[in-house]
């Protein structure tokens, strides 16, 4: 029976460790740019993936395949799509409120349930088109423009949230694609190898970038090198869950169960960033949570 729920928990986890992470990210844009907030979810992110992977060969007792063509063909475009989403989101949240901001990257369930069938012909249920449908109208109501508010800046931010949205939507079905091409025998490790070799992609490409145009935002990095400690562990953690649920469930009840976020987000905005939520906003949550339910028990 727990089996069942274990995709859901491995969701729950990643989509608190991801809110986290993301609150640490928006701190340090101000100092590192976009770019250089991005990438500190890989630098150092990289080193602690690694150290999960050792551990889950030392429990299973299974060493990691090599990355065949195919498996490494997913990662890479799953690496390169979560690159421009997370920079997409990053210029989000400087247009608008920290919960609004990932609020629009979670139109993206809809774009999952769309990838997933063109890509890996995984056909949805009813109850998760249904989910996804009154999740996104949360989104919708979310976003939704006040009379007072800055209309111009609202459709940058729009924009640039459902950018990200889509674009995490193919990550999304590319990392499932390319742990389903793993040859591991243990789901744990298909999950946790696919995930060395997406950071290490994201990792050497970004850093080899930074070297040729922009070597005083690396630099940056280095000497921010504690909070963006935190920021890597925290973002492996959460990538290491959503890699696990991806191996054992579609990514359309995942990412749709992933909105969970939003909850967790509205805690920062407020604690943190001492940020209020309209009552549209709060209408939009109530919808958000609701569709999270329909994916549970459905």
Same mark, same amino acid.
């Given at each position: 029976m727990f089996g069942e729920w274990l995709w859901a928990v491995f969701t729950v986890t990643a989509a +608190?460790?991801?809110?986290?992470?993301?609150?640490?990210?928006?701190?340090?844009?101000?100092?590192? +740019?976009?770019?250089?907030?991005?990438?500190? &979810?890989?630098?150092? +992110?990289?080193?602690?993936?690694?150290?999960?992977? $050792?551990?889950?060969?030392?429990?299973? +007792?299974?060493?990691?395949?090599?990355?065949?063509?195919n498996a490494l063909?997913?990662?890479?475009?799953?690496a390169g799509m979560q690159f421009g989403? !997370?920079?997409?989101?990053?210029?989000?949240?400087?247009? &608008?409120?920290?919960?609004?901001? $990932?609020?629009? !990257?979670?139109?993206?369930?809809?774009?999952?349930?769309?990838?997933?069938?063109?890509?890996?012909?995984?056909?949805?249920t009813g109850t998760v088109v249904l989910a996804v449908v009154i999740a996104t109208a949360g989104v919708l109501l979310m976003s939704w423009p006040t009379k007072t508010a800055n209309r111009d800046g609202i459709a940058r931010a729009s924009a640039l949230g459902v950018g990200s949205g889509a674009?995490?939507?193919?990550?999304?079905?590319?990392? &499932?694609?390319?742990?389903?091409?793993?040859?591991?025998?243990s789901f744990i490790v298909a999950a946790s190898s696919t995930l060395v070799v997406a950071l290490a992609l994201?990792?050497?490409?970004?850093?080899?970038?930074?070297?040729?145009?922009?070597?005083?935002?690396?630099?940056?990095?280095?000497?921010?090198? &504690?909070?963006?400690?935190?920021?890597?562990?925290?973002?492996?953690?959460?990538?290491?869950?959503?890699?696990?649920?991806?191996?054992?469930?579609?990514?359309?009840?995942?990412?749709?169960l992933g909105l969970i976020e939003i909850l967790f987000a509205q805690i920062v905005s407020r604690r943190l960033f001492r940020q209020q939520t309209s009552r549209m906003e709060a209408v939009g949550i109530g919808l958000l949570v609701l569709g999270v339910i329909m994916i549970l028990y459905g």
């Open positions: +608190g460790a991801q809110t986290m992470r993301n609150a640490m990210q928006k701190e340090l844009t101000a100092t590192l +740019g976009t770019v250089g907030a991005t990438h500190v &979810r890989f630098l150092f +992110g990289l080193p602690f993936a690694v150290v999960f992977l $050792i551990a889950v060969v030392a429990v299973t +007792g299974e060493a990691p395949p090599l990355p065949g063509a063909a997913w990662t890479a475009v799953g989403a !997370t920079a997409l989101m990053l210029a989000a949240m400087d247009l &608008r409120s920290f919960v609004v901001a $990932i609020a629009y !990257t979670k139109t993206e369930p809809v774009l999952v349930l769309l990838f997933s069938v063109v890509f890996l012909s995984e056909l949805p674009m995490f939507a193919l990550s999304a079905v590319a990392y &499932r694609g390319g742990i389903q091409a793993s040859t591991a025998d994201q990792t050497a490409t970004v850093t080899a970038l930074l070297l040729l145009r922009r070597p005083d935002t690396l630099r940056s990095i280095l000497r921010m090198w &504690r909070p963006s400690m935190t920021a890597g562990f925290l973002g492996a953690l959460a990538s290491q869950f959503w890699f696990l649920a991806f191996a054992i469930q579609h990514a359309a009840p995942v990412r749709t």
